[in-house]
Structures are given as C-alpha cells and as structure tokens.
C-alpha cells in the first residue's frame, strides 16, 4: 500500500472527517437536518390533500388574514423533485434581505473587533467583574429576555452572539453559555413577552383586543420563564466551569476557527477605541429607536451596521484596503449560518407551492372541538407549537391562525385573552427548539444535535408550565373578554 494511500485512510479516520455514510447520520451536518426537511415537505405535498382558506383584509389591524369558515379542499398541487431543487435557490432569493442582514452585520462587527475596541473594553469589564461573573451573566441575560419581551428582538441580537461568547470564554464558560445569554435569553423574553408588538400587538388586533391588555398576567408569566431560564442557564455555566469535560460542544470540532471567538490582548482602553466604542453605542440607539419608532427590520438595520462598519474603520484608523480586508473576513465566517435561512425558507415554499399549509393548520385545528374550555386553552398552546415548526414568523403564524383560533374559542366558551397567550407561548417556547433556529446556532459554532438534546429539558420545563398558566388563564376568565 503506497504511503498516499495510507495517509488518505488515516485522514478519513479523524474525528473531522466526514466518515462512512451511517456516522455521518448519526451527527448531521445543519445543512443535511434542513435538507431532510425539505425532502419531508416535498414527500408531505404528495400524502396531505391540497387545500386552502380565502383570504381578506381585516379591517382592525389592516393585514391579510384567512376567513376561518371558508377552508375547502382543492386539486392536488404535488411538488416533484425539480421544483423541490428549484425551490432551494428561490428560498435563498427570498430570503435575500435577510442574508445581506447577516453577511453585513457580521463583516461590520469583524472591522470593530479589528480595531481592538471590543476587545479591549470586554477584558476590561470581565477584569472589573472579578469574582461577580454569576452576577455579570445575570445582569446580561436579564437585558436580553427583556429585548425579546418588549421590542420581539430576534435577528437582531446576532450582533451580539459572537461579543458575548467571547466575555464568556474569557471568565471561563463555553461557548455554549453565552450563546444562552444572548438566545436562549432573547427566546425566553420573546416567549413570556409583554410588549412585543410583532406577536402580541398583531394577535390582539386580530382578536379585537385592547391594544396590550392583560399585560399583567403577561408580566407574572414572564418572571415565571426568566427564573426558569436563569436557573438553567446559571446550572449549565457552574457545570461546565468547574468541569470543561461537562460542556455539550466538548470534543466538537466545528466549522469555525476557535481564534475567531477569542479575545486578543490589545492592552487598555485607548482614546480611539473610546471612539470606536461611541459610534457602536450611537448604533445600538439608533437600531433600537429605529425598529420601535419606524418598524426597521433587515433591510433598513444592514444599511445601519454598513455604516456602522465603515465610520468605525475609519475612526478605527483602518485604510480602505484594510476595511475591506476586515468586512470580508466577517463575512466569509458566516456563510455556513446564512445560506442555511434560504434552504430553510425552500421548506416553507414547497408546502406553499403544494398547497397544503392550510390543510396542515386546519387538520391541527379541529381535534380541539368539543373539548371543555380549558382543555381546549391548552390544546390551542400545544397546537401553536406545532405550527410554529412550519411557521417560523411570529406575525405570519398569528395573520393564519388567530382568525381560525378566536371564532374557535368563541365557540368553546374560551376567552379571546387566552386564545392570544396560547398562540404566544406556542410560537415562542419551540422557536429554542426547531431546526429554524439553526443559522443562530452557526453564529456560534454549536451543533444542532448536541443542543437539540441540551435545550430540550428547558423546552419541556417552560411547556409544562406554559400548559398551567394557559389553563389558570382560562380558569379567571382572563380577558377583558
């Protein structure tokens, strides 16, 4: 055997290779979960009949909504192998503003952490927080479940996953517990939120609820999450503190160069990195006066951070061949986590090509009639969960469901408040969970399986009592009505 040969099988032997068939289904790759997936929707639209509901305008919140009375089943629409490949380019044309979204913020952050500001001010509060790390992860992820509560932040945060993670591995975690202070924090808020105008706002308009009624009964529910949540993540980051083997990436070999989340030592806090830090703290202002005050979303925030990216290189003292250098490196770091969005959007487009999203929400919508009223409360909680998985917008699985959940409630003697939170909790607890999250995932470099294992004891946690609080809700007729 020729020494070629040899070291080609010794290269197929190391723990990142990519091994026999059966090893690598045993740890998929992200790109294969969400492939699957997509042959799971073509083979779906051959099996489910085609169906579909008529839309119209509502006049209360002004958006496009389904007109609950008026399923019917139509010709099968099958999607065949052809189009479920088509599908996957046209999935990533349009999901194209989210794309440059990720690509520009990330090669924005990679020019600010190239002057070393970042850097720079993180091991300076990691050297001030001392011995009161528990307290600085609190603190933090307190912030974050507060973003997801009132403002429904969501793609908003990835600015922050790869910043976190490195305070995180600086006092000694992985990066594991700071990609919980930053999403895990962020889905929590977004699932006990108050606030948030993307989930709560437009479910109650269409239930003609007062703008943000309930909002206490909302606010006790989210203590309730965000004590769960720190526990849980508090439990995960003295574990793998005191025991590095205890991490659920241990031994993982990602896609990503460790170095890429690691601080480098660029001495103290200078006048031009007090600088660099001003316009990334002027930037962070505007991004969140912008989403509230005028609805910014991924267009408007990547136009935000390009400039944020060249003002901070240019204050930085970087040359425009530097900037460049820099923008790049960024973005060549997340290719893996944004592609995956367009692949993931291919799925939605399948089922909606084959005609059979509606025939799923309203199969999931029917073994709730005739159930006592709070049984039923909850069977709304658990039935928005499983729509969430087809479903990954928060607004668009409220604009086609809630005009079928509240004629259904009013039917089964359940309060159009409840309806609303059992659409809430069921679109926010699972979003942890289901493969749609996994392009956060690869902003940190975290495998799919490993955190669909890790994540899911949560998950049950806030579901079981999800399931309580959907219940108490309908037992003191929370409303107004």
């Given amino acids: 055997m020729s020494s070629n040969n040899q070291s080609s099988k010794e290269e197929l032997k190391k723990p990142n290779s990519q091994g026999s068939f059966i090893e690598g289904l045993k740890k998929p790759n992200g790109y294969v979960i969400i492939f699957s997936l997509v042959l ?13 509901y008529d839309r119209i305008v509502d006049p209360a919140s002004g958006r496009t909504v389904v007109d609950s009375a008026s399923f019917k089943l139509i010709d099968n629409k099958t999607v065949g192998v052809f189009g479920m490949l088509q599908a996957i380019p046209r999935g990533i044309a349009a999901s194209g503003s989210i794309i440059a979204f990720i690509f520009i ?3 924005a952050i990679e020019i600010i952490r190239g002057t070393g500001a970042l850097d720079a001010v993180i091991l300076h509060l990691v050297k001030r927080m001392e011995g009161k790390d528990t307290l600085l992860l609190v603190s933090v992820t307190i912030i974050f479940t507060m973003l997801g ?6 793609e908003e945060t990835i600015p922050f996953i790869p910043l976190v993670i490195s305070m995180s591995l600086a006092l000694g975690y992985d990066r594991v517990v700071g990609f919980h202070i930053v999403r895990t924090a962020a889905w929590i808020g977004f699932a006990g939120a108050f606030l948030n105008p993307f989930t709560i706002g437009v479910a109650q308009s269409i ?3 007062p703008l943000f009624s309930g909002m206490l009964f909302r606010i006790i529910c989210y203590v309730v999450f965000l004590a769960i949540g720190l526990v849980f993540i508090l439990r995960y980051a003295k574990k793998v503190k005191a025991d590095p083997t ?3 990436i241990y031994g993982y070999e990602g896609d990503r160069n460790p170095s890429d989340f690691e601080l480098k030592d660029v001495g103290h806090l200078t006048t031009r990195h007090k600088m660099v830090l001003a316009v990334f703290a002027i930037n962070i202002i505007l991004l969140v006066y912008g989403t509230i005050q005028y609805g910014w979303y991924t267009t408007e925030l990547a136009a935000l951070f390009l400039g ?3 003002l901070a290189g240019i204050v930085g003292g970087f040359s425009p061949n530097q900037l460049a250098r820099h923008m790049t490196k960024g973005m060549s770091g997340v290719t893996f986590g944004a592609l995956i969005v367009g692949f993931a959007r291919a799925i939605v487009l399948i089922l909606e090509q084959g005609a059979i999203l509606d025939t799923i929400v309203y199969g999931l919508s029917q073994p709730i009639m005739g159930l006592s009223a709070s049984i039923a409360a909850v069977g709304m909680f658990i039935i928005q969960s499983l729509i969430n998985f087809f479903i990954g917008s928060g607004s668009g699985q409220a604009a086609a469901t809630m005009p079928i959940m509240i004629p ?3 039917v089964l003697g359940i309060t159009r408040q409840t309806s609303v939170l059992a659409f809430q909790f069921g679109d926010g607890i699972t979003n942890m969970l289901w493969p749609s999250m996994i392009y956060y995932l690869a902003f940190a470099d975290i495998p799919y399986g490993a955190w669909f294992k890790h994540i899911s004891k949560l998950v049950l946690i806030l579901t079981g009592v999800g399931i309580i609080l959907v219940a108490i809700a309908q037992m003191i007729n929370y409303g107004p009505f």
Avoid at 40 to 52: D, K, R, Y
Avoid at 149 to 154: E, K, Q, T
């Fill in 105 to 107: 913020i990330s090669g």
């Fill in 246 to 248: 205890k991490s659920i």
């Fill in 408 to 410: 259904l409630s009013d």
């Fill in 207 to 209: 239930a003609e609820l």
């Fill in 149 to 154: 509560a009132v403002f429904g932040f969501a």
């Fill in 308 to 310: 944020l990216g060249l």
């Fill in 40 to 52: 799971i929707a073509m083979f779906l639209t051959w099996v489910i009949p085609s169906g579909a």
